[in-house]
């Protein structure tokens, strides 16, 4: 015979245990975004600034990569910071949210 414990049903997830895994999900798309988005930029800044790739980078190429890493990234937050000020708004009258 099974043992009872083994034969039991797993319990069903309330509103509590859904919204927690939403925010789970959410929360690893968000750091599989973050992974995605550095990776491009680390490309697009690489192919730019480093024209003789060798052991070590020298100073400019080094400075090159701070400043573009730097524009990409608060571009990147003014996207992000307009988007959800517009998805915001639009829930606020009534329109779907962009969520």
Known sequence: PVPRSVR????????KDIDQAKLQVQGQMAAQ????????ITEKCFQKC????????DDS????????MDRYLDAMALV?????ARA???AAEG????F
């Open 8 to 15: 039991r049903r797993p319990r069903r997830m309330d509103d």
């Open 50 to 57: 480093i024209v003789k790739p060798g052991a070590k980078l």
């Open 88 to 90: 915001k708004a639009t």
């Open 33 to 40: 975004y973050i992974q995605e988005v550095m990776q491009k």
């Open 95 to 98: 329109g779907p949210g962009g």
């Open 80 to 84: 992000t910071q307009t988007w959800f």
């Open 61 to 68: 190429e080094k400075v090159c990569m701070a400043k573009c």
